[in-house]
């Protein structure tokens, strides 16, 4: 076991009367979801992980609560977390989690290993994980600072990305070079397909002052989607990437934000539906996704923000 990486936990739903559904009811009965960054009830990760697990997947959570506890909104409690998933489940679906630091390529893999363990595969990707906080302007910007967004938010996704490809990569030709096509055994079934999802923000639509670091790590992954996507296509893996808009998940709270109140007011105002996201929203999105009904969408990069683009 890798150093630093926590043995999973695996979850199975209260015993009791199964309701009858019928696929349509369950589109990802059967499969199987690694999620990252769900470690908090007000968390986009925990929302996405509750409504996979609604629609039928057994579901494999990640966390990193260090993280979380140096933030001014705090850690969340984990059994609450996993308790929220467990009850989000179908029948025969099951539920598992281990805490990992992403930084560390090491502990990145026993992540995946103990995912793949929950049910033999993983079918489904979705990388959530953000370092945020700790940031500042051009001016203050240190080799230091920008490694430590670009390992946690863009290298971990870029490694674990690569990971979950690798279950569906044949022996690669003997005289393959780097960025030659693979050859396909032939078409694959859209509907089935196993997909990825990777998160960005709201960097291309507007200035985000004193987060440079962290756009800049964001705004690598937006850019590298079309790229990764093509590639990730010849294996019959489907990639999109979604920026969730202004989610409030805890940051814009009178309590715990470290921005002007009245400029938070304003904004909130002034958006089309009077309100700031909820995690609900992009969870929403990225469920249908990787369901069969988003099998037409690849390598897209995807905003549900209410309008805040449009304001």
């Known amino acids: ?16 009367i199964v ?9 990802l009965a059967g499969r199987t979801a690694l999620v990252t960054g769900v470690s908090r009830r007000r968390g986009i990760g925990y929302a996405v992980a509750c409504e996979l697990a609604s629609r039928g997947a057994s579901v494999f959570t ?4 260090p993280h979380d506890a140096d933030r001014p909104w705090g850690a969340d409690d984990l059994d609450a977390v996993r308790a929220g998933v467990r009850a989000s489940l179908g029948p025969g679906a099951v539920a598992g989690d281990a805490s990992a630091d992403l930084r560390d390529p090491a502990q990145l893999d026993g992540l995946f290993d103990a995912a793949r363990a929950l049910t033999g595969s993983v079918d489904v990707l979705v990388c959530n994980h953000a370092r945020s906080g700790g940031d500042g302007s051009i001016l203050d910007m240190s080799a230091a600072a920008l490694d430590a967004f670009w390992e946690t938010n863009t290298r971990s996704t870029l490694l674990l990305t690569r990971r979950f490809a690798e279950q569906f990569r044949q022996e690669p030709e003997a005289a393959a070079r780097p960025g030659d096509r693979l050859r396909r055994t032939g078409p694959h079934d859209a509907a089935t397909a196993p997909k990825v999802v990777w998160m960005t923000s709201g960097q291309e639509g507007g200035p985000m002052r004193g987060e440079v670091a ?16 093509a590639e990730l296509l010849e294996l019959g893996v489907v990639l999109n990437t979604v920026n969730p808009g202004p989610v409030n998940t805890g940051y814009l709270d009178p309590e715990t934000t470290d921005r002007s109140l009245a400029e938070l007011d304003e904004i909130r105002d002034a958006l089309p539906f009077g309100r700031w996201g909820e995690p609900a929203d992009p969870a929403r999105l990225i469920g249908w996704l990787v369901g069969p009904e988003g099998s037409w969408t690849v390598g897209r990069v ?3 923000d209410g309008g805040f683009s449009l304001r």
């Open 1 to 16: 076991m890798p150093p630093g990486f926590q043995r999973s936990r695996v979850l199975r739903p209260a015993i009791g």
């Open 19 to 27: 309701p009858t559904v019928s696929h349509d009811d369950l589109p």
């Open 62 to 65: 990640h966390h990193y609560a």
């Open 214 to 229: 962290y756009a800049t790590s964001k705004a690598a992954l937006a850019g590298v989607t079309a790229t990764v996507a």
């Open 302 to 304: 995807l905003t549900t």
